[in-house]
T-cell receptor, first 114, second 116 residues
Framework: DVKVTQSSRYLVKRTGEKVFLECVQDMDHENMFWYRQDPGLGLRLIYF???????EKGDIPEGYSVSREKKERFSLILESASTNQTSMYLC?????????????FGSGTRLTVV | GDSVTQMEGPVTLSEEACLTI???????????LFWYVQYPGEGLQLLLK?????DKGSNKGFEATYRKETTSFHLEKGSVQVSDSAVYFC???????????????FGQGTILTVHP
């Protein structure tokens, strides 16, 4: 069964901490994405990557960075966590030219910043 | 730019009722269209898709038809079950041409609750 795996389902971090959210896919997909999901705001794209070491800003990149050192792994980094970054974070992947494919999503990480 | 507008929720139905969740889109060219479902505490799962006009996607009793003339992709089910309670997202994938990397544009989501 093809998978996108997010390392944690639930995380609680303190304000000011550096936080790493990890995502691994086993489908050899070129594209990977990070979204956050908040009630009433839907899904908002933070960053995406279309190749190793390549990254593009999404709609709300402020306060976040990403790393893609290997094709299968895409990490989201909160440089200094703040309470307004409390959210559900969703990772997804798709193949190159995946316009007709859509995404495969991970199960999500619910992050609480206190 | 591309956009997706979904029917406002939440939607509450009794078991075996008919379901329609409206979805309309704005896009240049010919996007691919998707419905995703999110069960409580989970990520999103692909429910069905259609990649060209007049295509019908179907899965688990759900159906949606790609209507280019009305720019719509409404989700329908003839008889819902309690287990269908979830959040449903309509999405489109950027039209051909340009560098979209298969990015999806999502609607806001519609919460469906089905009572026994």
């Amino acid at each position: 069964d093809v998978k996108v795996t997010q390392s944690s389902r639930y995380l609680v971090k303190r304000t000011g901490e550096k936080v790493f959210l990890e995502c691994v896919q086993d489908m050899d997909h070129e594209n990977m994405f990070w979204y956050r999901q908040d009630p009433g705001l839907g899904l908002r794209l933070i960053y995406f990557s279309y190749d190793v070491k390549m990254k593009e800003k999404g709609d709300i990149p402020e306060g976040y960075s990403v790393s893609r050192e290997k094709k299968e792994r895409f990490s989201l980094i909160l440089e200094s966590a703040s309470t307004n970054q409390t959210s559900m974070y969703l990772c997804a992947s798709s193949p190159a030219g995946g316009r007709d494919y859509g995404y495969t999503f991970g199960s999500g990480t619910r992050l609480t910043v206190v | 730019g591309d956009s997706v507008t979904q029917m406002e929720g939440p939607v509450t139905l009794s078991e075996e009722a008919c379901l329609t969740i409206n979805c309309t889109y704005t896009a240049t060219g010919y996007p691919s269209l998707f419905w995703y479902v999110q069960y409580p505490g989970e990520g999103l799962q692909l429910l069905l898709k259609a990649t060209k006009a007049d295509d019908k996607g179907s899965n688990k009793g759900f159906e949606a038809t790609y209507r280019k003339e009305t720019t719509s992709f409404h989700l329908e089910k003839g008889s819902v079950q309690v287990s269908d309670s979830a959040v449903y997202f309509c999405a489109l994938s950027g039209s051909a041409g340009g560098t979209s990397y298969g990015k999806l544009t999502f609607g806001q989501g519609t919460i469906l609750t089905v009572h026994p």
